[in-house]
Nanobody, 121 residues
Framework: VQLQACGGGLVQTGGSLRLSCVVSGLAFDAIAIGWFRQVPGKEREAVLCLSIYDGSTYFADTVKGRFTISSDNAMNTVYLQMNGLKPEDTAVYYC???????????????WGHGTLVTVSS
């Protein structure tokens, strides 16, 4: 199983970025995908989670109304669209996958390498 995340970068406050995560080695239409972020010295935070199986979603309160998650099942890819970025969104973002269609919040089996998002003020 491999997860390949990309799309991070430097953006100004109020800007947008789209992260993508390509999943291989799993039955894509049966899994759950989570986007998480972590700042050094802080716990990893679940940002958005999506069950590819039934469309269930979880949004952290801090990103509601600004971030969205979508998938392209034909491409085994999940996207995290981040709009209205704030300096406090600065973090390393990770995508993760679970063979369970809707796992507990941090109970994901497979993790990709992180991609850094930096929001300048």
């Amino acid at each position: 199983v491999q997860l390949q995340a990309c799309g991070g970068g430097l953006v100004q406050t109020g800007g947008s970025l789209r992260l993508s995560c390509v999943v291989s080695g799993l039955a894509f239409d049966a899994i759950a995908i989570g986007w998480f972020r972590q700042v050094p010295g802080k716990e990893r935070e679940a940002v958005l989670c999506l069950s590819i199986y039934d469309g269930s979603t979880y949004f952290a309160d801090t990103v509601k109304g600004r971030f969205t998650i979508s998938s392209d099942n034909a491409m085994n890819t999940v996207y995290l669209q981040m709009n209205g970025l704030k300096p406090e969104d600065t973090a390393v973002y990770y995508c993760a996958a679970s063979a369970n269609s809707w796992p507990r919040r941090h109970d994901y089996d497979y993790w990709g390498h992180g991609t850094l998002v930096t929001v300048s003020s």
